[in-house]
């Protein structure tokens, strides 16, 4: 049971390139999120799922697209990368309901220059 | 809208005690705490729901203040491994229970 992952773990891209952050989760989790750390700012979330089929905006969803195409699988697009967009992303996972707790993967860090 | 954490930072000897708040200016049904040590992902602590029910951490304790629409973390007899940056989280609306963070409070233990 490796929880939740993703891949890279640390990525550099010159601005205007694009790129996919992975995540895969292995719990059977319906929900699944996409959040980014900014130093001192806390967890901004950006897109959200809950369910295979059906993504929808979070806080921040400006420069980013999602699909769920399976429950296990959530990634995140980036389109065209800006240097605002330099960041840590982490993907978490939850069972569906309110009051559950979210498994984290360890993060992708992203500089953009 | 962000929940609101204090301190910002703190320092402690390890044994001492310390309580981290968290407050918000929209009517809270729940409350989520968790820990992220530096460079790693944040970890589950506690879940406090409306009605004073917790789920979580056993040697960490929390309370819940609906009215005041308020929530405290309290760690007593502190050890080094409690070091990190410690957040609260309150469910935004109509997103599949996914979180508002606040900015953190960095706590750290030393011997």
């Known amino acids: 049971n490796a929880g939740v992952t993703q891949t890279p773990k640390f990525r550099i891209l010159k601005i205007g390139q694009s790129m996919t952050l992975q995540c895969t989760q292995d719990?059977?989790?319906?929900?699944m999120y996409w959040y980014r750390q900014d130093p001192g700012m806390g967890l901004k979330l950006i897109y959200y799922s809950v369910g295979a089929g059906i993504t929808d905006k979070g806080e921040v969803p400006n420069g980013y697209n999602v699909s769920r195409s399976t429950t296990e699988d959530f990634p995140l697009r980036l389109e065209l990368a800006a240097p605002s967009q330099t960041s840590v992303y982490f993907c978490?996972?939850?069972?569906?309901?309110?009051?559950?707790?979210?498994?984290f993967g360890p993060g992708t860090r992203l500089t953009v220059t | 809208q962000q929940p609101v954490q204090s301190p910002q930072a703190v320092i402690l000897r390890e044994g001492e005690d310390a309580v981290i708040n968290c407050s918000s200016s929209?009517?809270?049904?729940?409350v989520h705490w968790y820990r992220q040590k530096h460079g790693e992902a944040p970890v589950f602590l506690m879940i406090?729901?409306?009605?004073?029910e917790q789920k979580g951490h056993e040697k960490i304790s929390a309370s819940f203040n609906e009215k005041k629409q308020q929530s405290s973390l309290y760690l007593t007899a502190s050890q080094l491994s409690y070091s990190g940056t410690y957040f609260c989280?309150?469910?935004?609306?109509?997103?599949?229970?996914?979180?508002?963070f606040g900015k953190g409070t960095s706590l750290l233990v030393t011997p």
């Open positions: 978490a996972s939850s069972p569906p309901g309110a009051a559950h707790e979210q498994y």
């Open positions: 989280g309150t469910e935004i609306p109509n997103s599949g229970y996914a979180l508002n």
């Open positions: 929209k009517a809270l049904y729940s």
């Open positions: 719990m059977n989790h319906n929900y």
């Open positions: 406090l729901l409306k009605g004073g």
